[in-house]
């Protein structure tokens, strides 16, 4: 029995990492029958993954992505994934964000604390985290009429389908249920948008193009849902995993809450040790040898960030956080054509969240007697996030 054979999807849910060791001493690129997926572990293979389209593309078959939410940009290669990434491109750019987003952001995280400050504790993934990103991205997007409970729920329907590797009918019906319904929405916010653009991102899909092509209206739509999904998932779960992070090394909290400037590395080692996204998924296009692998043509790849982030031959005792590490690059929001269209809003919307939190919540600190549970491999984030602080 291989090492990849033996993996279950439990232990990939549960704690990942261990797994992710064994792979890369024993089986770097392995054939795992539990998620029908090779996958590719250490930082070098993975890089080569994300930066060889041409051998390992993104436009697989099938494609949990656009089974999901309808052909996107982050599912396809060529001509029409250029275009599209040339038109989304720019209101995501960090002047744009920070110029759309100024103001409201302080604004909604001082809003958000206001209603639970005065107990001394709370759950943070459910009353700030979630609340936090959801709202935030709604704006931006130009959807404020539309309940942003309905955009989580919708986004906590797809999340199924896009981690349904395995390929399992129940649940795939409630994916699918819940990208009908987010695109029913969509579509009533681009027929207002249509004869009255506004500053929005959807807006500027719907009036703006490259070298004189637009986007299709079921382009706009799929290419909405990856945003809405990455733009919920990725910050809400890393606004509760930097807090955890911080919250169980309680000297490098202390240390962030007296001088700032550490917010910003705070970040970046919490996307190395633990990031959101576990994977970047591609096939091959042609037979093709990796780390003395041969795979065949049209192998499903899982090019595994999560672990690259924690290769040894990349990062020195990579399983410690350590704010004060200055190792280069990590691969959190992958590499290449399909880089994390969304890094720089989730970056900025947990900085910020992060800054504010500590001013409001004086010796905020996790609850003893309600541990972190972390669970997820292709999407990790904590069940919840229980924290105390002096009322």
């Known amino acids: 029995m291989t090492v990849g054979d033996s993996v279950t999807l439990d232990q990939l849910e549960d704690d990942p990492f261990p797994v992710y060791e064994r792979l890369r001493d024993a089986e770097p690129v392995s054939w795992v029958p539990a998620v029908q997926l090779w996958l590719v572990t250490r930082y070098e293979d993975v890089r080569k993954v994300d930066l060889s389209p041409e ?14 939410m309808g052909v996107n940009m982050l599912g396809s290669e060529g001509p029409d994934q250029e275009r599209i990434r040339q038109i989304t491109e720019e209101p995501f750019r960090p ?27 709370a759950d943070l993934f459910t009353e700030f985290c979630d609340p936090m990103s959801v709202r935030s991205l709604r704006s931006m997007l130009g959807m404020d009429e539309i309940a942003w409970e309905d955009l ?20 795939q019906a409630p994916a699918d249920r819940a990208s009908a319904e987010l695109g029913d929405a969509i579509e009533r916010v681009l027929a207002r948008l249509g004869p009255r653009p506004d500053g929005s991102v959807l807006s500027w899909m719907l009036h703006h193009g490259s070298d004189g092509e637009r986007m299709t209206r ?4 799929a290419n909405t849902k990856l945003m809405l999904s990455g733009g919920l998932q990725e910050p809400r779960d890393l606004i509760a995993l930097v807090v955890w992070a911080l919250g169980a090394h309680p000297g490098q909290l202390e240390r962030v809450r007296s001088d700032r400037s550490l917010v910003r590395p705070a970040v970046e080692e919490t996307l190395r040790w633990t990031g959101p996204v576990g994977t970047s998924t591609r096939q091959t296009t042609r037979r093709t040898m990796l780390s003395d692998v041969e795979l065949p043509e049209g192998a499903l790849i899982g090019a595994v960030l999560a672990s690259a982030n924690r290769d040894p031959r990349r990062f020195a005792d990579p399983d410690r956080f350590d704010i004060d590490r200055r190792q280069g690059a990590h691969l959190a929001f992958a590499v290449g054509s399909h880089f994390c269209l969304g890094a720089w809003f989730g970056r900025h919307l947990t900085r910020v969240s992060l800054d504010i939190l500590l001013d409001r919540l004086p010796n905020l600190r996790l609850d003893p007697e309600r541990p972190v549970v ?15 602080w002096d009322p």
Not at 61 to 66: M, V
Not at 218 to 221: K, L, N, Y
Request: with cysteine.
């Open 374 to 388: 972390l669970r997820g491999w292709e999407f990790r984030a904590p069940l919840s996030t229980c924290v105390r």
């Open 218 to 221: 079921a382009e706009i739509v």
């Open 55 to 68: 051998v390992f593309t993104a436009a697989t078959t099938p494609s949990t992505l656009n089974r999901t």
């Open 95 to 121: 002047d744009a964000v920070e110029d759309r987003m100024r103001g409201s952001i302080p604004e909604l995280a001082h809003d958000l604390i206001d209603r639970f400050v005065e107990r001394g504790e």
């Open 152 to 171: 989580l729920a919708w986004n906590q329907g797809m999340m199924q389908g896009l981690a349904n590797f395995e390929g399992d009918p129940a649940k």
